[in-house]
């Protein structure tokens, strides 16, 4: 197999896959993105990543994005794919994009799978690459195949990458067949889901206004945190949402400790982490202003950490990232 026609492929893959992550880095499947929608999420489901997209778009940070970073990243490989396939992918067309998994387990054995709601004809498109096979005379080729032929089939990319594009439902991508079509048995009402349910169902579910949000359960016993972040091991779940509000970018970072004493041992930690912050970084403005924005409350057993930061300053330092990562070494 061609080295190019390999990688143009696995570019597909990459190219949602860093969307969903690099902008966190887990959608509403029918007219218009929104918040998590937990009916289409499996029942036991212990991580879920949501990125409302079109809300994202919609504020002076994914106008940015789409300027300095999201367009010169993705053209590129989405001119390759329609050069190499014949399949017109436009990133812009994506609406939401969801992942969720029932482990932690590492990269190479990724059980979980990843939703895009969009538009695209994305079935029209895996079904116009094969006859491009086809009549390349390469039917069957590892690079793309069909495995069923049922009216909706099941496509795999490089004996790795399990597609589904079910009409009108979002298309499903995983790299375990096994997870794709659990994901296609939630979708279609088959097998439980998080709508209703407590506990970490309720705990994944962000407040209005936010386009990211990312939740966790379950994970401090085997996760790899690095010595900074310990406090992190005494909570069960912790969940991250991101918006922007009045101008302002903000975070909300919540853990959900084991008791309300752990509670208030992560909450007087963290307190104190801030206020040595604001000692040390005396001669970093952006820094003071990150600090000055932040605010630390407890409710129970849940401890919350909110930050806010200017749009135009992180617009800013974003932009800069991004030529510094032109520049030549």
């Not at 909450?267 to 982490?273: H, M, P």
Request: proline share 5%; aromatic share 6%.
């Amino acid at each position: 197999m061609r080295p190019a026609f390999q990688n143009t492929v696995k570019h597909a893959f990459i190219m949602k896959t860093v969307l969903a992550l690099a902008l966190g880095a887990a959608a509403c499947w029918t007219a218009a993105a929104g918040p998590l929608q937990k009916a289409r999420v499996a029942a036991d489901a212990r991580w879920v990543v949501h990125l409302d997209v079109e809300a994202l778009l919609a504020t002076q940070v994914g106008q940015m994005l789409t300027r300095e970073a999201l367009g010169p990243g993705l053209d590129a490989p989405s001119a390759a794919l329609k050069k190499q396939f014949g399949f017109e992918f436009d990133w812009r067309r994506i609406r939401s994009v969801t992942l969720y998994g029932s482990d932690f387990s590492g990269a190479e054995q990724l059980g979980g799978v990843m939703l895009l709601d969009t538009d695209m004809d994305v079935a029209g498109g895996l079904e116009a690459a094969l006859a491009k096979l086809a009549a390349a005379g390469r039917s069957g080729a590892r690079e793309l195949q069909r495995l069923d032929d049922t009216p909706a089939p099941l496509y795999r990319m490089l004996d790795e990458v399990y597609v589904a594009a079910d009409p009108g439902a979002p298309v499903i991508v995983g790299k375990a067949r096994e997870a794709a079509a659990k994901a296609r048995k939630v979708l279609a009402g088959g097998a439980p889901n998080l709508s209703g349910a407590s506990g970490f169902g309720e705990f994944c579910q962000s407040g209005d206004g936010f386009f990211f949000v990312a939740a966790a359960q379950g994970f401090s016993e085997r996760a790899p945190f690095p010595p900074q972040a310990q406090v992190l091991r005494m909570a069960d779940g912790l969940r991250l949402s991101l918006g922007e509000f009045a101008n302002e970018v903000r975070a909300s970072l919540t853990l959900n400790t084991r008791t309300a004493e752990s509670a208030q041992q992560v909450q007087q930690i963290v307190q104190g982490l801030l206020a040595l912050a604001m000692l040390t970084q005396h001669d970093q403005p952006e820094v003071q202003t990150l600090l000055q924005g932040t605010r630390v409350a407890r409710s129970d057993k849940l401890v919350t950490l909110n930050l806010a930061l200017p749009s135009a300053m992180l617009s800013r330092k974003l932009v800069e990232e991004q030529l510094g990562k032109r520049r030549p070494d």
